[in-house]
């Protein structure tokens, strides 16, 4: 059964670092997606892409973020100078249209 | 804006007992409403969906949940809780005025299940 795939696992970084987090969607889905989950908090919506562009952002999203498909199966989530409070589990998922959205096992970001 | 609480942060059942999960939403527009499970380690596994056909919805594992709309709820429930239940179960919803694509996820309920 075709799944959502993130690398890596785990991930720590120094404040101030870059991180990129990577995503292979379901490879016949056109909708991605990111979202995270801070320890004890709830799940967040941060960006949805589609035809290579974003087409909803939250406020969360600001321009410390960025996403990008760089090929026909990854799709990257890029923080550019990492915060403490960045540290979360960061969940890609895709979808064909507005329905399921299938999501990875996650990424667990630690920002020391 | 459309928004999710689920009642309990955790419930604990005995096998073979009924489960229930409470969750009443907040939803200006038509709503779509979800309930997914986390197992630890694994991704959000979609259980079961409402998207305004019948408003008892059957899911994977024996799971339904009923959409109230009198009630603003959306209630999981499963006759017989199983040892491989024990999860985190999240209630989610996304409306039209989301243009349905931003999934809003309740704080999530610890399912423990005891032999």
């Known amino acids: 059964e075709p799944e959502v795939t993130q690398t890596p696992s785990h991930q720590v970084t120094q404040m101030g670092q870059e991180v990129i987090l990577r995503c292979v969607p379901i490879?016949?889905?056109?909708?991605f997606y990111w979202y995270r989950q801070i320890l004890g908090q709830k799940v967040e919506f941060l960006v949805s892409f589609y035809n290579n562009e974003i087409s909803e952002k939250s406020e969360i999203f600001d321009d410390q973020f960025s996403v990008e498909r760089p090929d026909g199966s990854n799709f990257t989530l890029k923080i550019r100078s990492t915060k403490l409070e960045d540290s979360a589990m960061y969940f890609c998922?895709?979808?064909?249209?507005?329905?399921?959205?299938?999501f990875g096992p996650g990424t667990r970001l630690t920002v020391l | 804006a459309q928004s999710v609480t689920q009642l309990d942060s955790h419930v604990s059942v005995s096998e073979g007992t009924p489960v229930l999960l409470r969750c009443n939403y907040s939803s200006s527009y038509s709503p779509s409403l979800f309930w997914y499970v986390q197992h630890p380690n694994k991704g959000l596994q979609l259980l079961l969906k409402?998207?305004?056909?019948?408003?008892l919805v059957k899911g994977i594992n024996g799971f339904e949940a009923e959409f109230k709309k009198s009630e603003t709820s959306f209630h999981l429930t499963k006759p017989s809780a199983h040892m491989s239940d024990a999860a985190e179960y999240f209630c989610?919803?996304?409306?039209?005025?989301?243009?349905?694509?931003?999934?809003?996820f309740g704080k999530g309920t610890m399912l423990l299940v005891s032999p």
């Open positions: 989610v919803v996304s409306d039209r005025y989301s243009g349905y694509s931003t999934l809003t």
């Open positions: 998922a895709s979808s064909e249209g507005y329905n399921e959205q299938f």
């Open positions: 409402y998207t305004s056909a019948a408003t």
């Open positions: 490879s016949n889905h056109l909708y």
